[in-house]
């Protein structure tokens, strides 16, 4: 349930498109809090918030902030303009954005009877720490690529909380963000993965897509209750779509959980079960006994997936000069290069797709 608080905003830290960190005073102590400006207004030193300090409580890794609910002596002015679909709904704080595919859209047209992705490949992953890496492989053999990110809605809802998004966005790494499901605040919002990728391509005009959920993996260790289960669901949407599914591997030598270690469970459970549709599944040619446990964690995905081998050979010069930090559940490049290599062997063979 919600733990709530009041506080004042003491300063600013630092903003990005759609979000503000701020520093809070309440009363057991100062606290790092987050703002949506699109949703609450734009907090200033000096203003009252109303805080859910829920996730705060938790020490949560990803979402460790204080949320903003309200700055209730300032409130923000009623919102104008088109758009009636309706996101994170039915919570306190659900918000009315105008999505790609609903009528009143001015690509409502475009969408209406869209039904192909006309051969796009698309590549799926498990962690929304992948998305750098592959595009980092991608545009190393081909830059220049139009790429949108579609964004789904098992991690964070709002696109906003993602810094790496909204940096390879400003750089032009990205051509636009799709958020879709209850998910929102991206470039084009969507009711469905389906709608979402038929926009990635017809609307923002892409020539490749990466699906994957906004930062803050669920997971239960169980087999089946895992917020990335939807990748194996997104190789089907992409396959339904004629679009080319291509399924990049959570791979980790870092990872101190045995089930994440080599290829990760979700991969497993992902791309082994769920996804019904025939996908490439990327293996990395990892050197080493590490690479040989991966290349046989992966092996049984044969019965259901082509497995490609991609050779690794520069992909690590290329992770060294992303433009945004890599980390994965904390880990870095050098803590678990295994898990950017083979997310960015996914970019590279999608790459050699490309006509």
């Not at 809802?157 to 390879?168: E, Q």
């Not at 260790?221 to 190789?235: K, Q």
Request: net charge negative; hydrophobic share 45%; proline share 7%.
């Amino acid at each position: 349930m919600i733990r709530w608080r009041k506080g004042e905003v003491v300063a600013v830290r630092r903003e990005w498109p759609g979000a503000m960190e701020l520093d809070v005073a309440l009363p057991e102590g100062d606290c790092r809090a987050l703002a949506y400006p699109p949703l609450v207004g734009r907090p200033e030193p000096g203003d009252t918030v109303l805080l859910n300090t829920t996730a705060l409580a938790m020490g949560l890794g990803t979402g460790g902030y204080a949320m903003v609910v309200a700055i209730p002596d300032r409130l923000p002015e009623d919102p104008s303009g088109p758009g009636h679909l309706v996101k994170a709904r039915y919570t306190p704080l659900q918000a009315t954005v105008l999505g790609a595919d609903e009528q009143g859209s001015p690509y409502h047209e475009v969408l209406r009877d869209a039904d192909s992705l006309d051969g796009m490949p698309v590549v799926v992953a498990d962690l929304h720490s992948a998305l750098p890496a592959v595009l980092c492989g991608l545009f190393e053999a081909r830059p220049g690529v139009r790429v949108a990110y579609v964004m789904s809605d098992g991690g964070a809802l709002p696109a906003w909380f993602s810094m790496a998004a909204a940096r390879l966005r400003e750089i032009g790494w990205l051509c636009g963000v799709v958020s879709t499901g209850q998910a929102f605040g991206g470039d084009v919002e969507a009711v469905t993965l389906h709608t979402g990728l038929l926009a990635a391509r017809h609307v923002l005009d892409a020539e490749v897509a990466v699906v994957a959920q906004g930062p803050g993996n669920l997971g239960t260790g169980t087999r089946w209750g895992f917020s990335g289960v939807s990748a194996g669901e997104a190789i089907n949407a992409t396959a339904a779509l004629n679009g080319r599914p291509v399924a990049s591997l959570r791979v980790s030598e870092g990872d101190t959980r045995d089930r994440h270690l080599g290829v990760s469970h979700h991969s497993l459970t992902a791309y082994g079960r769920v996804a019904l549709a025939r996908a490439q599944v990327i293996v990395p040619d990892l050197p080493g006994p590490f690479g040989e446990r991966v290349t046989t964690a992966a092996a049984p995905l044969a019965t259901r997936h082509e497995l490609i081998r991609v050779p690794i050979t520069g992909l690590h010069k290329a992770l060294e000069k992303s433009p945004v930090r890599l980390s994965t559940m904390g880990r870095g490049l050098t803590e678990d290069p295994a898990s950017f290599l083979a997310a960015a062997a996914a970019g590279r063979h999608v790459a050699s797709l490309l006509t």
